[in-house]
């Protein structure tokens, strides 16, 4: 009977916990894939892997967890627990379409599977003719229907969010609400721009495969470029989906713990998020200066994408002025991990305006450079976003207390991986050693190591936190461990509130957590 409640569940809270559920399995496969890239680098020859499997786990490790673990886990998990919540609702405005949205990730996943079983070696970004012609098995329509159904799930979830959010905004017109919020708010308009257009490129690309229609073959009339144009007109926003929840998450426990309610405090972080928006759905070609775009097309991509680091500096600032004025002891894991954050996305940020620079792009495409650039902001920087939201949720959700020491040592742990792993790769990249190539120069096998030994603190750092959990469920005098003695009602439901939280004055603000 357990079972069959959970299979027909319409709860926002347990369908985020299947969100999480998938997004947990799937975090491990892919760490598990990227610790294979890895252990392949140790040698400049003998590679563990053929070429052909590499290039499998390439494909594999970036499908996996950008769709299926950051993806659920951000938006599908910690959105559809917290949204409700911090809106004073019951549940979502479409539980039904939310249910679907989440139990599509499984025939998904399966789909996934079988497609590693035929291999896809076309990469993550799908390129014609390699992933159009003879060159590609039937694993890579397998992936594609994989995408297809992830794709249908996450547009469902947005169009619940901009209905619920919307909603609620419009019933309650004056009133302030939590910037997690609005940060779900412009995540779910960005997927629902642009996953249709992914829909579409991936549906002429099947065509192509099995119907002898010529969508992307010069030879039948079509252009190979304008895939590319498709895809990262969803590629590019993905990177803000991914890392706007974290944005929003961030800004609202700085904002908490700091007592801040100026206006520059709110408006600037929340009008940042909207400008990133807009200047972020227009800047995808900046991926593409090497098809041989004209002069006035790439300084025009060229600019834009310098501009976004305008509020992107506003939120990094507006951070750094709240942390200033903090209340919170320093020993606090949950002002480590901020801080971290804010160093990682930093690192990221900078190096994408170099990459912003088309001459500059030129030089380092398809190096370890883009591959360093693009991980800072997505593997560390999203990464770390879901630590936070764990640190700084897990108590209201179980009631349980994460020990506070254990976690010190799991971020020193993961941010020494963090580093170790992926700093090298910038140098690596400026030397011109190009990425996804089995074999390098051997001058650079030790700089290999580094990054190799960075990845196995990764790896180590992420069962570190498994423990973490489970050591907060399973010891006894871990329950309400640190926690106050006073109480509030969230939705008729009692909770504790932290003892970090007890200075704040107005006892509303924390009832929107």
Request: proline share 4%; with cysteine.
């Amino acid at each position: 009977m357990l079972s069959l409640t959970w299979l027909f569940t319409l709860d926002h809270k347990r369908v985020g916990l299947i969100y999480m559920v998938v997004g947990l399995w799937a975090g491990f496969l892919g760490l598990s894939l990227s610790m294979l890239i890895r252990l392949n680098y140790v040698d400049p020859y003998y590679n563990l892997i053929s070429s052909e499997v590499y290039n499998y786990v390439i494909t594999n490790h970036g499908i996996v967890m950008i769709f299926f673990f950051l993806m659920p886990v951000l938006i599908g998990g910690f959105g559809n627990y917290l949204l409700p919540l911090l809106l004073g609702l019951p549940d979502l405005n479409l539980p039904r379409l939310n249910a679907l949205s989440a139990w599509l990730l499984l025939p998904s996943a399966v789909c996934l599977g079988v497609s590693m079983v035929g291999g896809a070696g076309v990469g993550w970004t799908f390129y014609p003719p390699l992933s159009s012609g003879d060159y590609s098995g039937w694993g890579v329509d397998f992936l594609m229907f994989s995408l297809h159904l992830a794709g249908i799930s996450s547009i469902f979830s947005s169009l619940n969010f901009i209905c619920t959010i919307v909603g609620a905004m419009c019933d309650r017109t004056f009133q302030r609400y939590s910037i997690v919020v609005w940060a779900y708010l412009f995540t779910s308009i960005l997927l629902l721009v642009s996953l249709p257009v992914l829909a579409a490129a991936i549906t002429m690309l099947l065509f192509d495969r099995n119907f002898s229609s010529s969508f992307f073959d010069p030879l039948g009339g079509g252009d190979p470029v304008l895939f590319q144009h498709m895809f990262w007109f969803f590629g590019h926003p993905e990177v803000y989906v991914l890392i706007l929840p974290g944005f929003g998450v961030v800004s609202h426990i700085c904002s908490t713990i700091t007592n801040n309610d100026s206006l520059f405090g709110y408006m600037g972080l929340v009008c940042a998020m909207g400008a990133i928006v807009c200047l972020g759905s227009v800047v995808w070609a900046h991926h593409m200066f090497m098809v041989g775009l004209d002069l006035k097309t790439a300084v025009f991509f060229s600019s834009v994408t310098m501009v976004i680091g305008i509020p992107t500096g506003i939120k990094v600032f507006s951070w750094l002025y709240m942390l200033s004025g903090c209340r919170f002891r320093i020993t606090e894991p949950i002002i480590w991990w901020i801080i971290g954050f804010i160093f990682l996305f930093t690192i990221g940020g900078v190096t994408g305006i170099v990459l912003s620079a088309s001459i500059l792009d030129t030089m380092l495409h398809d190096t370890w450079f883009v591959v360093a650039h693009f991980h800072y902001v997505l593997s560390l920087g999203s990464y770390s976003t879901v630590v936070i939201s764990l640190i700084w949720w897990w108590p209201v959700v179980t009631g349980y207390s994460l020990n506070k020491w254990l976690l010190q040592g799991h971020w020193l742990l993961s941010m020494v991986g963090f580093n170790l792993c992926f700093f090298p790769m910038h140098y690596l990249g400026m030397q011109g050693l190009p990425r996804r190539v089995c074999v390098y120069d051997p001058s650079f096998v030790w700089l290999n190591g580094i990054s190799s030994l960075g990845g196995l603190f990764s790896v180590v750092s992420a069962f570190f936190l498994m423990f973490i959990v489970w050591e907060s469920l399973a010891v006894s005098n871990c329950v309400v461990g640190s926690w106050g003695s006073n109480t509030l009602v969230l939705n008729v439901v009692t909770v504790p509130v932290p003892h970090h939280c007890d200075y704040i004055s107005d006892p509303c603000r924390w009832s929107f957590i």
